[in-house]
């Protein structure tokens, strides 16, 4: 599932190729991404507007668009949700891509869009899509986004302490909980802990200041890798997610077990498991 690197990505897509652009036609007629909203629903809402900004929080994006011709009406605002496979791309009049055009599951040749669930149209032809195989994407106006967490990547070192300072929740529980931070997904946290030398399911109220703030560096250290480098599956430890496997920076075994409810991967050296689960 894209993570905040990959949303992060998808939204500069929308700043760089896709602000300022008059919107000329909308499609919202697949019924289950654009849910609750009916077919031509969104697409009244938008039509003659522009994109104006792109913004995001965790693992939500979302656009202001700019006022009717009248300048009487509230704006409304795109959500973009990108599902487990969904990538947003600009195209120009004639089909080819503008901006974030590369490799994405179920493509087979540069110009295929026909996983297409929404697009924009713009005045000048060229059009912004959300192109999403698997369907699990959701475009929807007027996004509740207060509902989340302070952003990880922006997060204070205050908001991180005291998110991870109280409660027996595993540490890899709480950093998935997008209230209490948003935009850390499943891989994300077993590289952050990984590269914090805590275990996946160390009660948070056991970790030590030091170890809080090992866990913010990380953080804050493998959301920048994973925006330069292409996104979390080019992350340290990812490859290494398997059975068999050997931590990448000591050789020892690599471990399993489901942690919050999700897989969960580390080193059975320097991530020793709390006392009482070994």
Known sequence: MPELPEVESARAVIERAGL??????????DSWVCRPH???????????????????????????????????DGSPVLGVHLGMSGKIVVADADGGEVDGGDYWEGRRLAGDYRWSRFS???????????????RLGRIVLDPDVDRLGPDAATISPARFHAALSSGTAPVKARLLDQHAVAGIGNLLA???????????????????????TRIL????????????????????????????????????????????GR??????????LPAGKR
């Open 20 to 29: 300022d652009r008059r919107i000329v036609d909308v499609d919202d007629s």
């Open 190 to 212: 077993d590289e952050i802990l990984w590269r914090a030398r805590i275990n996946p399911a160390r009660p948070v109220d056991e970790l030590t200041r030091p170890e809080r």
């Open 263 to 272: 897989t969960s991967w580390w080193c059975t050296v320097e991530q020793p």
């Open 120 to 134: 924009l149209t713009f005045a000048d032809g060229g059009r912004l899509m959300l192109v999403d195989p698997r």
């Open 38 to 72: 009916s077919p031509g629903e969104i697409r009244s809402a938008l039509l003659g507007r522009a994109l104006v900004a792109a913004h995001r929080r965790g693992k939500s994006m979302w656009c202001d668009t700019s006022a009717d011709a009248g300048g009487t």
């Open 217 to 260: 560096r990380a953080l804050r250290k493998s959301v920048g890798d994973a925006l330069a480098d292409g996104g979390v599956h080019t992350l340290s430890v990812i490859p290494f997610r398997h059975a068999g496997a050997r931590c990448p920076r000591d050789g020892a075994p690599m471990a399993r077990s489901t942690v919050g």
